[in-house]
C-alpha cells in the first residue's frame, strides 16, 4: 500500500452526499490516499435540499466515516456551512474536539491572513428565492443522471466521455457572467478586509487564480466540487495547488501497468 500523502491544509467542497450526481466512491479513494493536518469541509458535503431516505448508498455513508476517522486520528476537521446544509448554520460555533461547525473561517499561513467561506453569499437566487434554487438543484441531479448513462454509451463505443452541465455552463453567457462576477465580488471583498487569499466552493468551478484590487494582489482559490470536476484544494510548504482527481488517476495508471509489467517479466521462464 503506497505511503499517505500529508498535506497541510485539504479544503473539500460541494460533494453533495445524498444524490445521484455525488461521486463518492473517488472521494473516499481520494481521503484514503492522503492524512492531512486540517480538513476543511467548505460546505455542500450532504445535501439536505435533496437528502431521500430511499437513497444513501454505503459509499456515501463510507465518506462521513471516513471524516470521523479523520477526526478521531488528530486531524482537525472543520466544517464550513453551505447553502445545500444551511439547517447546520443553528449549530455554527459548536465545537467538539478537533472538529467544528462555522460559517466562515480565517486563518494565518506563513504570515498572511486566508479567509475561508462557501460562497452562497453572493447569489441572489439563493436568498430570494429559494424554491426556484432547489428546482435548479433538482434539474441538475437529472442532468447528471443523464449525463451518466450517456458517457457509458460512449465508453463503450471507445469514445471520450462528455460533460454536458459544462457544455452548458460555458455556453450560456448569463452563468459565465456569474463566474466571472462571484470570482470579482470575492477578491474585492478580500482585499477591502485585508486577505491575502479568498477560498471559496459553491460554483462547482476549480480555479487558482492571482487577482489584483486597487494594486493590491489576492488570490482566488474555489475547490470546485465532487459531482463534476472531481477536485479539492492543498496547502503545503507555501504552496496552493488544485488536485485533479481525474487527472491524477491518469497518471497513476501507466505506472501501475509498468509495475505489473516489470513483475510479469521477472517471473516468466
Same mark, same amino acid.
Request: net charge positive.
Given at each position: 500500500?503506497?505511503?499517505?500523502?500529508?498535506?497541510?491544509?485539504?479544503?473539500?467542497?460541494?460533494?453533495?452526499?445524498?444524490?445521484?450526481?455525488?461521486?463518492?466512491?473517488?472521494?473516499?479513494?481520494?481521503?484514503?490516499?492522503?492524512?492531512?493536518?486540517?480538513?476543511?469541509?467548505?460546505?455542500?458535503?450532504?445535501?439536505?435540499?435533496?437528502?431521500?431516505?430511499?437513497?444513501?448508498?454505503?459509499?456515501?455513508?463510507?465518506?462521513?466515516?471516513?471524516?470521523?476517522?479523520?477526526?478521531? @486520528?488528530?486531524?482537525?476537521?472543520?466544517?464550513?456551512?453551505?447553502?445545500?446544509?444551511?439547517?447546520?448554520?443553528?449549530?455554527?460555533?459548536?465545537?467538539?474536539?478537533?472538529?467544528?461547525?462555522?460559517?466562515?473561517?480565517?486563518?494565518?499561513?506563513?504570515?498572511?491572513?486566508?479567509?475561508?467561506?462557501?460562497?452562497?453569499?453572493?447569489?441572489?437566487?439563493?436568498?430570494?428565492?429559494?424554491?426556484?434554487?432547489?428546482?435548479?438543484?433538482?434539474?441538475?441531479?437529472?442532468?447528471?443522471?443523464?449525463?451518466?448513462?450517456?458517457?457509458?454509451?460512449?465508453?463503450?463505443?471507445?469514445?471520450?466521455?462528455? @460533460?454536458? @452541465?459544462?457544455?452548458?455552463?460555458?455556453?450560456?453567457?448569463?452563468?459565465?457572467?456569474?463566474?466571472?462576477?462571484?470570482?470579482?465580488?470575492?477578491?474585492?471583498?478580500?482585499?477591502?478586509?485585508?486577505?491575502?487569499?479568498?477560498?471559496?466552493?459553491?460554483?462547482?468551478?476549480?480555479?487558482?487564480?492571482?487577482?489584483?484590487?486597487?494594486?493590491?494582489?489576492?488570490?482566488?482559490?474555489?475547490?470546485?466540487?465532487?459531482?463534476?470536476?472531481?477536485?479539492?484544494?492543498?496547502?503545503?510548504?507555501?504552496?496552493?495547488?488544485?488536485?485533479?482527481?481525474?487527472?491524477?488517476?491518469?497518471?497513476?495508471?501507466?505506472?501501475?501497468?509498468?509495475?505489473?509489467?516489470?513483475?510479469?517479466?521477472?517471473?516468466?521462464?
Amino acid at each position: 500500500m503506497p505511503e499517505k500523502r500529508k498535506p497541510e491544509i485539504v479544503v473539500i467542497s460541494d460533494v453533495h452526499l445524498g444524490t445521484f450526481g455525488c461521486h463518492a466512491r473517488e472521494l473516499l479513494e481520494y481521503l484514503n490516499s492522503i492524512k492531512p493536518q486540517k480538513l476543511i469541509l467548505n460546505g455542500d458535503i450532504i445535501d439536505i435540499w435533496q437528502f431521500r431516505k430511499s437513497y444513501f448508498p454505503k459509499a456515501h455513508l463510507d465518506v462521513i466515516h471516513k471524516i470521523i476517522e479523520f477526526h478521531t @486520528s488528530g486531524t482537525q476537521v472543520i466544517y464550513i456551512t453551505g447553502n445545500h446544509d444551511e439547517m447546520l448554520r443553528k449549530f455554527s460555533g459548536s465545537v467538539m474536539g478537533d472538529f467544528q461547525i462555522v460559517d466562515k473561517l480565517i486563518l494565518e499561513l506563513d504570515g498572511k491572513k486566508a479567509w475561508f467561506f462557501h460562497g452562497d453569499v453572493f447569489d441572489v437566487s439563493v436568498h430570494n428565492a429559494k424554491w426556484i434554487a432547489k428546482l435548479g438543484g433538482w434539474g441538475y441531479d437529472l442532468l447528471i443522471l443523464i449525463n451518466r448513462f450517456l458517457n457509458w454509451i460512449l465508453v463503450q463505443t471507445g469514445h471520450k466521455k462528455y @460533460s454536458l @452541465s459544462k457544455r452548458i455552463k460555458n455556453s450560456v453567457k448569463k452563468a459565465v457572467k456569474f463566474i466571472s462576477d462571484f470570482e470579482k465580488t470575492a477578491t474585492e471583498l478580500a482585499v477591502e478586509q485585508g486577505y491575502k487569499y479568498v477560498v471559496c466552493g459553491h460554483i462547482h468551478q476549480p480555479k487558482m487564480i492571482r487577482k489584483i484590487v486597487k494594486n493590491e494582489t489576492c488570490l482566488y482559490l474555489n475547490s470546485g466540487d465532487w459531482v463534476e470536476n472531481l477536485t479539492a484544494l492543498e496547502y503545503d510548504k507555501r504552496k496552493w495547488r488544485i488536485y485533479d482527481h481525474q487527472k491524477e488517476k491518469k497518471l497513476i495508471q501507466p505506472n501501475a501497468a509498468l509495475s505489473a509489467m516489470t513483475i510479469f517479466s521477472k517471473i516468466r521462464p
